[in-house]
């Protein structure tokens, strides 16, 4: 188990296959769900990619922290697991249902990170 510490919460997050040079797909879990609920599209997809996957906030094994908290906080969250383990490549989001927001809303706050995560319409 991977935990990333932030501020004053704990993110839980698991990687597979990074540096194989394969392109990078960073899951986010839905709303009262944690990372898990992505593994039988992973045992599907196979080895074509390498994966990011991460409990939000408050979800599975990460903190809540310190409420209130927004959705740009989410977004905060994923910015900084992307750069801690930095996934060298181009990395998709791929939200589930309300998790949405938050992929939605990386792309324009990683302007700051050079290439720690392009999205796929900015290939």
Known sequence: MDFLRIDDRTIHYRTQGLGTGRPVIAFINSLG????????????????????????RGHGLSDVGAPPYAMEDHVDDLIALLDRIWCGRWCSATPHTRSAPTSSGTPASTKLLPKAWRPWWDR
């Open 33 to 56: 769900t944690d990372f898990r609920i992505w593994d039988m599209l992973i045992a599907e997809l196979g080895d074509d990619y390498a994966y990011v996957l991460h409990d939000k």
